[in-house]
T-cell receptor, first 112, second 109 residues
Framework: NAGVTQTPKFRVLKTGQSMTLLCAQDMNHEYMYWYRQDPGMGLRLIHYSVGEGTTAKGEVPDGYNVSRLKKQNFLLGLESAAPSQTSVYFCASTIGENQPQHFGDGTRLSIL | GQNIDQPTEMTATEGAIVQINCTYQTSGFNGLFWYQQHAGEAPTFLSY??LDGLEEKGRFSSFLSRSKGYSYLLLKELQMKDSASYLCAVLDSNYQLIWGAGTKLIIKP
């Protein structure tokens, strides 16, 4: 049982480049989330989805887009990367809003 | 605004007991979670409190007082593998998790 899988694990981008982070879960969870984690700060919610075909903005959505075309996958896109987006990105999923979230191993993204 | 406060860092001795506090001010309350995060790894779920009182799970216990906006995580019989960051998170009125910055726990032999 893989749980939540994130790809890639590491990436270095140049300012202005674009990329997509993939999150896949095999637990049939309805709810999926993208967070960023920066030193000295709590996890911050970027976007989330409450089911296939739905997405919603979180606390820090600017500069990011998401899609949930299939229930098991949640994609996070950076259209034009900026140094301020250097961070560790975590995907999480849960079966219900008041249930524990299960996290992927994270993507370490550096933007030069 | 919404705010979660935890100590930045704590140090404890192997075999001892440590209490990590968390205070919160959020728009609404639908429960409080504690997660453990080892360096370079993903957060993993430890406990969930929605009613006042103590929840015990092996060496770990979590306490909640909703009237005081306060929780603590109690770790007993500390082991070296308990060295990690401990994250407090509150589920607000919109069922969004508001996260504290985490408490880095250092265990010394």
């Amino acid at each position: 049982n893989a749980g939540v899988t994130q790809t890639p694990k590491f990436r270095v981008l140049k300012t202005g480049q674009s990329m997509t982070l993939l999150c896949a879960q095999d637990m049939n969870h309805e709810y999926m989330y993208w967070y960023r984690q920066d030193p000295g700060m709590g996890l911050r919610l970027i976007h989330y989805s409450v089911g296939e075909g739905t997405t919603a903005k979180g606390e820090v959505p600017d500069g990011y887009n998401v899609s949930r075309l299939k229930k098991q996958n949640f994609l996070l896109g950076l259209e034009s990367a900026a140094p301020s987006q250097t961070s560790v990105y975590f995907c999480a999923s849960t079966i219900g809003e008041n249930q524990p979230q299960h996290f992927g191993d994270g993507t370490r993204l550096s933007i030069l | 605004g919404q705010n979660i406060d935890q100590p930045t860092e704590m140090t404890a001795t192997e075999g001892a007991i440590v209490q990590i506090n968390c205070t919160y001010q959020t728009s609404g309350f639908n429960g409080l979670f504690w997660y453990q995060q080892h360096a370079g790894e993903a957060p993993t779920f430890l406990s969930y409190n929605v009613l006042d009182g103590l929840e015990e799970k092996g060496r770990f216990s979590s306490f909640l007082s909703r009237s005081k906006g306060y929780s603590y995580l109690l770790l007993k019989e500390l082991q070296m593998k308990d060295s990690a960051s401990y994250l407090c998170a509150v589920l607000d009125s919109n069922y969004q998790l508001i996260w504290g910055a985490g408490t880095k726990l250092i265990i010394k032999p």
